[in-house]
């Protein structure tokens, strides 16, 4: 299979639309990676999206629809979702409900799970695929399972060309890192993985406590222990570099990678992966990493660090 790389515009879009009728995945940036999109209802599809991945099939995929009404075919909502959908969609938020009674969703698509991640996007590429569509999709991130999640066409390229038909090309994404997940549990907020929406944010949006997971089932994308893997070491929490490891810095810590020399948690968030996309890429065996604060998008930020250097 050749893969087709297409700059965001109608042209691409209605393009992109024809592959997901016909079964096929395609490539297409949100605000937070590239996520490889295919017809959630499709069950053949779906798989598709596995096997070019090579994912595990017990880890849930995130459903991306155009707005709250659409979420709410596929979930049951209750009041405490509706406010977080109201404050955070469209946006880098995915919450976990119930799948209704008549979710057409394919369970390929939720790992048999009777729960559905769902999330409505702000990037137009994917806007305006969901309208072109006018299907749920399914859209983990594109790239090989256990991998560096893609924030530029040329990292969705870097582990999956030839095996999908199209990445649809609109530049950087602006978050850098995978939504937050999240779901309501015995009046609680329960973050079930960090991102760019803040447990702090939550609370505030919601009135409820805000508490991390419980419990180790797999009841959401991005749970499994090693994730993000570059290929070789990584040392996390570095103050200076060996000469064997390629450097990513962060502030006052100056590495050949520079997350952000002033020390935004936001810039760092946004170039995360492409460090570890250059760190695989380079001729060096380790990478290592300077540290990050823990507080804000920091959590975010520390988790996929601890992920990639498991």
């Excluded at 880098?92 to 790992?111: E, F, G, M, N, Y």
């Excluded at 999240?182 to 805000?210: F, W």
Aim: contains cysteine.
């Amino acid at each position: 299979m050749t893969t087709d790389i297409r700059r965001f515009g109608a042209e691409a879009i209605a393009r992109a639309g024809g592959l997901i009728g016909e079964g096929q995945p395609v490539a297409v940036p949100t605000e937070t990676v590239y996520g490889l999109a295919a017809d959630a209802r499709n069950a053949a599809a779906v798989a598709r999206i596995y096997a070019a991945k090579g994912r595990p099939d017990f880890n849930p995929l995130i459903v991306h629809v155009p707005d709250l009404a659409a979420a709410e075919a596929l979930g049951v909502f209750g009041e405490v979702e509706r406010a977080l959908a109201a404050r955070f969609w469209p946006g880098p938020l995915t919450l976990v409900v119930p799948r209704t009674s008549d979710c057409p969703v394919a369970s390929i698509a939720t790992a048999g799970l009777d729960t559905i991640a769902l999330r409505v996007p702000g990037h137009r590429a994917m806007q305006a695929l969901l309208a072109e569509t006018g299907a749920p999709l399914a859209a983990p991130s594109a790239n090989a399972s256990g991998g560096v999640s893609p924030t530029k066409a040329e990292h969705v390229l870097a582990s999956l060309d030839g095996r999908i038909a199209l990445v649809i090309d609109d530049g950087p994404t602006t978050a850098g890192v995978e939504s937050t997940i999240m779901r309501v549990r015995d009046g609680a907020v329960e973050v079930l993985r960090p991102g760019p929406v803040t447990a702090e944010r939550l609370g505030e949006a919601s009135g409820l406590p805000v508490t991390g997971v419980k419990g180790a089932d797999i009841v959401a994308p991005g749970m499994l222990a090693s994730h993000y893997a570059p290929g070789k070491p990584v040392r996390l929490g570095a103050d200076a570099f060996a000469g064997d490891e390629y450097a990513i810095g962060f502030g006052a810590v100056a590495g050949e990678y520079q997350l952000s020399a002033r020390g935004d948690l936001t810039e760092a968030a946004a170039r995360l992966f492409d460090a570890l996309h250059a760190g695989a890429a380079s001729a060096k065996p380790r990478i290592a990493v300077a540290a990050i604060p823990r507080e804000g998008l920091g959590a975010a930020i520390n988790d996929r660090l601890s992920r990639a250097a498991v």
